[in-house]
Nanobody, 122 residues
Framework: QVQLVESGGGLVQPGGSLRLSCVAA????????VGWYRQFPGKQRELVAT???????NYAPSVQGRFTISRDNAKNTVSLQMNSLKPEDTAVYYC????????????????WGKGTLVTVSS
């Protein structure tokens, strides 16, 4: 079993920045893609950004150019730098280990953190 713990959420004004981090317990982190997803109230969880074990990155069009995903395999950590935040970015953000770069379950590995709330409001 792999535990993922997100941190870094909070309240920020429009145009501001936040950095989310996710630490994975276990020894399989470097073998799989990791990513960030978000969920709006009453909506399905959606892909924000993913990074494969080889470093290939995929962003949702809505965050391209504003968000940057990175991973540190030595620290079992994936981060999401969010700049130029908008009120429509307000959501619960989840870290995932195992899904493909497009967000599909392909290997049977599909671990989620409990989420961290990001609120963008003046």
């Amino acid at each position: 079993q792999v535990q993922l713990v997100e941190s870094g959420g909070g309240l920020v004004q429009p145009g501001g920045s936040l950095r989310l981090s996710c630490v994975a317990a276990g020894n399989i982190f470097s073998s799989y893609a990791v990513g960030w997803y978000r969920q709006f109230p009453g909506k399905q969880r959606e892909l924000v950004a993913t990074i494969t074990r080889g470093g290939s990155i995929n962003y949702a069009p809505s965050v391209q150019g504003r968000f940057t995903i990175s991973r540190d395999n030595a620290k079992n950590t994936v981060s999401l730098q969010m700049n130029s935040l908008k009120p429509e970015d307000t959501a619960v953000y989840y870290c995932n280990l195992g899904r493909s770069s497009s967000g599909y379950v392909v290997s049977g590995v599909d671990y989620w953190g409990k989420g961290t709330l990001v609120t963008v409001s003046s």
